[in-house]
C-alpha cells in the first residue's frame, strides 16, 4: 500500500484536437492509484475558452478527468501560460477545481506550495506585461465570446508572437528567479515549492529551509512529485506510479468529432 497522499505534474501540452499524446494520457489516468492528482498548467498546448471543450481531443480528456474524479481521486488543476482561459466550464465537466493563484498543500505540518512557474519569471518584464493582460476579466470573458476558429487563430498568434520573443531573450532574462520562489514561498509559509514550466528537472535551495523542485515536462523521468503522509516527497516517471488493483482500467469513453 502506497502511502502517498497527491502526486503532482504538469506541462503535459496536450493537443485539444486530440492524437496519440491524448491516447496515452487518458489511458494511464484511467488506472492511476492516487487520492489526490495535482496538475500544475499546461494541461493542454492551448485552451482559448470553453468552445476548446468541444474538440475531440478535449473531450477525451474531459472525459477521463471526469471519470477520475469519479473514482474518488481529487484532482486539482492549476491553469499555466497556455491553458490559463480553463475556467467554471472546465469544473462542471470534470469534477476537478480549478485554483488560479496555485495551491498549497499542509501535510504533517510541512506546508508545500505548487505553482506552475511562469509568475517566477520576474525579469521577463514583456512577459509578465503580457499575462497581466490576457488575463484581465475583460480578455477572458471575450474569449468566451469568440467563435471557435477565431479563438484558434488568435491562440496560434500569440504562440508565435511568444516563440519569436522568446528566441530573442536571452537565456538569464527568461529563467524563473530565484528571488521570486523565496518571496512565493514565503508568502505561503511552504518549505518546498513545486513549480513546471521550465520542462527540465531540477532541485534548488535557494534560501535555508526551502527546497525548491522544477518539474521534469510530461514524459521526463522525473516528471510527477510523489508527497507522503509522512511530509516526505520523491520525484519519479509517472509510467513507474502503481496502477489501481482490480482488474482492468476504468473505461474512457470515447469523443466523437
Ligand atoms: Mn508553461
Not at 496502477?243 to 469523443?255: E, I, Y
Request: with cysteine; charged share 20%.
Amino acid at each position: 500500500m502506497s502511502s502517498a497522499i497527491a502526486h503532482v505534474f504538469g506541462d503535459l501540452h496536450l493537443d485539444p484536437a486530440g492524437g496519440a499524446e491524448v491516447e496515452a494520457f487518458c489511458a494511464w489516468l484511467g488506472s492511476v492509484d492516487s487520492p489526490r492528482l495535482v496538475i500544475l498548467g499546461d494541461l493542454f498546448e492551448a485552451w482559448f475558452g470553453p468552445r476548446t471543450a468541444s474538440l475531440p481531443g478535449a473531450r477525451q480528456v474531459l472525459a477521463s478527468l471526469l471519470a477520475a474524479t469519479a473514482r474518488g481521486i481529487a484532482v486539482e488543476v492549476i491553469p499555466g501560460n497556455r491553458d490559463f482561459l480553463l475556467g467554471a466550464g472546465f469544473e462542471a465537466r470534470t469534477g476537478a477545481t480549478l485554483h488560479a493563484g496555485g495551491r498549497t498543500l499542509e501535510v504533517a505540518s510541512q506546508r508545500t506550495l505548487i505553482l506552475h512557474g511562469d509568475e517566477l519569471c520576474t525579469r521577463d518584464r514583456g512577459y509578465l506585461r503580457l499575462r497581466s493582460v490576457l488575463r484581465s476579466p475583460l480578455v477572458v470573458r471575450l474569449a468566451a465570446l469568440l467563435p471557435r476558429w477565431a479563438g484558434a487563430a488568435v491562440a496560434a498568434r500569440l504562440r508565435r508572437a511568444s516563440v519569436q520573443a522568446v528566441a530573442a531573450k536571452p537565456a538569464e532574462e527568461k529563467a524563473m528567479q530565484p528571488e521570486a520562489a523565496v518571496a512565493a514561498a514565503q508568502r505561503a509559509g511552504a518549505g518546498l515549492l513545486i513549480v513546471g514550466h521550465a520542462h527540465e528537472f531540477a532541485l534548488r535551495t535557494p534560501a535555508p529551509g526551502l527546497e525548491w523542485v522544477v518539474l521534469d515536462g510530461w514524459g521526463g523521468d522525473r516528471d510527477v512529485v510523489e508527497l507522503s503522509g509522512d511530509g516526505t516527497w520523491t520525484a519519479v516517471a509517472h509510467g513507474d506510479l502503481p496502477r489501481s488493483s482490480g482488474g482492468s482500467p476504468t473505461q474512457v469513453s470515447r469523443a466523437r468529432s
